[in-house]
Antibody, heavy 124, light 110 residues
Framework: QVQLQESGPGLVKPSQTLSLSCSVS??????????WNWIRQPAGKGLEWIGR???????SYNPSLKSRVTISLDTSKNQFSLKLNSVTAADTAVYYC????????????????WGPGTLVTVSS | QSALTQPASVSGSPGQSITISCTGT?????????VSWYQQHPGKVPKLLIY???NRPSGVSNRFSGSKSGSTASLTISGLQAEDEADYYC??????????FGTGTKVTVL
């Protein structure tokens, strides 16, 4: 059974860098079959896709966040990470990591499973 | 790019069927058959219900079904049950973002 678990500071000061990790169990992130994603949800609001990384290290980011986001892999720990710099209160949200599956010869895909999420608050 | 458009709320009585719409553009739903739907109970993690427009993962009740017409995708819940009361989100692959979620729909079971 594949499981994901987010970890990282729950409080970040404005203008600093938000750093989160997602530990994956039950499958190797090097398997080459899946993409690994970050998604966030401000309290009481909808979901926003942040970005994804493939086993090759190729990344894709939401254009609205692209200038501030970096997603990376650590295959030795079977985890991937998110860095979001120059944060403001608008970045306060529950951050989820999720696996993206794509059917052969397709472009899109679906997010499953998801980690339990971690609340990150941006405040001084 | 703005979120896909969903009705803020939909309600129905137990046993009834309801349909949630998800409207996009030719940059997303209108071009690609990569629409997925998620159910989220309060304080819980989103759960995959439908993928690639009309495919249901194993373990998901067959009361949930998906479809698409033009730039609008739909999720139908038949035989509405109290446990279906939750928020529902659509998501589509797009030519720009590349993944865009809907605004979310709160389903109330009367």
């Amino acid at each position: 059974q594949v499981q994901l678990q987010e970890s990282g500071p729950g409080l970040v000061k404005p203008s600093q860098t938000l750093s989160l990790s997602c530990s994956v169990s039950g499958v190797s992130i090097s398997s080459g079959t899946f993409f690994w994603n970050w998604i966030r949800q401000p309290a009481g609001k909808g979901l926003e896709w942040i970005g994804r990384i493939y086993t090759s290290g190729i990344t894709s980011y939401n254009p609205s966040l692209k200038s501030r986001v970096t997603i990376s892999l650590d295959t030795s720990k079977n985890q991937f990470s998110l860095k979001l710099n120059s944060v403001t209160a608008a970045d306060t949200a529950v951050y989820y990591c999720a696996r993206l599956s794509i059917a052969p010869r397709h472009k899109g895909g679906w997010f499953d499973p998801w980690g339990p999420g971690t609340l990150v608050t941006v405040s001084s | 790019q703005s979120a896909l458009t969903q009705p803020a709320s939909v309600s129905g009585s137990p046993g009834q069927s309801i349909t949630i719409s998800c409207t996009g553009t030719n940059n997303d739903i209108g071009t690609y058959n990569y629409v997925s739907w998620y159910q989220q109970h309060p304080g819980k993690v989103p759960k995959l219900l439908i993928y690639d427009v009309d495919n249901r993962p194993s373990g998901v009740s067959n009361r949930f079904s998906g479809s698409k017409s033009g730039s609008t995708a739909s999720l139908t819940i038949s035989g509405l049950q109290a446990e279906d009361e939750a928020d529902y989100y659509c998501c589509s692959y797009t030519s720009t973002v590349p993944y865009l979620f809907g605004t979310g729909t709160k389903v109330t079971v009367l």
